[in-house]
């Protein structure tokens, strides 16, 4: 069964598109984390990411999926889905465990919400593109061809990774914590079954879960908008409290404005790291890029960091404008921002 976590039914919220824009659709896959536990998994049962029985009827549709032209010029009157988060596994995993009552179905969940929308007219749209954030934007990677294979070859059909080019780093103790993560995620909720065979012929599980391994096996035109100084991997993945004992990164981790120059020269590591992961990516005509040395995390939902005055700009561009460039092809989109501190329009986040 297509469930989420605590054995309740999986939701999306869907607002109709209109105009010239009526047979286009986007669907928006839901971000969150990962449970990688069953201690973890259990915890979210009680929350909107492990359970339907706590999700909003109605959320506010913002920056790539605002109805309003002025918010979102190339895709407001297309049919906007957004696809609620309530497995704990980038909506991929396909197991149990019985004695915790726990359900993994995240890919039934994404082939249920598929064929749903088909039934709603999604199966003749003549353009599509599937776009996630943060969790959902390695979602939107993993299932980037089986999106593309619901539609006929005369569609147009393209995916956005949104702050979802986790990378596979090394934390500020020396050790791996993201790594070790996906590797608890990957094995709990069996993760394997809906990885490329392809991947998996070359490597294991866990390192076919990380994008850096992931891109070259989609053939699908895939867009990756990725902060470089992606806020949530400072804080989750290359200094989290764990890696961190003595809280020397606690200032940092909250506000890159109190690091120190060595704390900048190992975020800037983290930047050429993922620039170089994704240099073989960018080389191919079909794909997109925009890597803003920001300290930020999903900008394609806000619309702060979509399209508006004072949105984030590589040579100036807005980020709501490379996307659709590159969607439409009106031009080639390779924005890579020089490095920190350089860009004076970015919406940097900062923790209180």
């Known amino acids: 069964m297509p469930v989420c976590l605590d054995g309740t039914l999986p939701g999306y919220h869907l607002d109709p ?3 010239s824009g009526a047979n286009s659709w986007l669907v ?17 049962k009680n929350t909107r990411r492990g359970s339907s029985n706590y999700m909003e009827n109605q959320i506010p549709f913002t920056g790539i999926l605002s109805n309003k ?9 297309w049919n906007r889905v957004k696809l609620r988060y309530c497995d704990g596994a980038s909506f991929s995993g396909d197991s149990e465990n019985e004695s915790a009552q726990l359900q993994f179905r995240g890919q039934k969940i994404w082939l249920a919400a598929m064929e749903d929308l088909m039934s709603k007219g999604m199966q003749t749209a003549d353009q599509a593109l599937l776009s996630g954030c943060s969790a959902g934007g390695l979602a939107s990677i993993i299932h980037c061809d089986e999106f593309q294979s619901l539609f006929p070859n005369s569609s147009k059909v393209k995916c956005l990774s949104d702050g979802g080019f986790f990378l596979d780093a090394i934390d500020v103790s020396g050790g791996r914590t ?31 879960f990380f994008p850096q391994n992931l891109v070259k096996h989609i053939e699908t035109p895939l867009f990756l908008l990725n902060a470089a100084y992606d ?11 764990s890696a961190d004992p003595l809280g020397s990164w606690n200032d940092c981790r909250s506000n890159h404005a109190t690091c120190n120059s060595s704390q900048i020269q190992f975020l800037q590591d983290f930047r050429n790291q993922m620039l170089n992961d994704v240099k073989n990516f960018s080389k191919s005509s079909q794909t997109g890029l925009f890597i803003n040395s920001c300290f930020a995390h999903c900008q394609s939902e806000r619309q702060e960091t979509w399209f508006a005055d004072d949105s984030p700009l590589i040579e100036d561009k807005p980020i709501a404008v490379a996307v659709g460039d590159w969607f439409f092809e009106r031009e080639a989109v390779k924005a890579i921002d020089c490095a920190y501190p350089c860009d004076n329009s970015c919406h940097n986040l900062v923790f209180k």
């Open 178 to 208: 993201l790594r070790n993560m996906f590797e608890g995620v990957v094995q709990l909720q069996e993760v394997q079954k809906n990885l490329p065979k392809s991947c998996l012929d070359q490597l294991d599980p866990t390192s076919c």
């Open 28 to 44: 928006h896959l839901e971000g969150g984390g990962w449970c990688n536990t069953i201690r973890n998994c259990v915890y979210r």
């Open 231 to 241: 806020a949530w991997q400072v804080q989750a993945s290359l200094a989290p409290p």
């Open 17 to 19: 598109g209109f105009g």
């Open 69 to 77: 032209a002025e918010e979102n010029p190339d895709f407001f009157n």
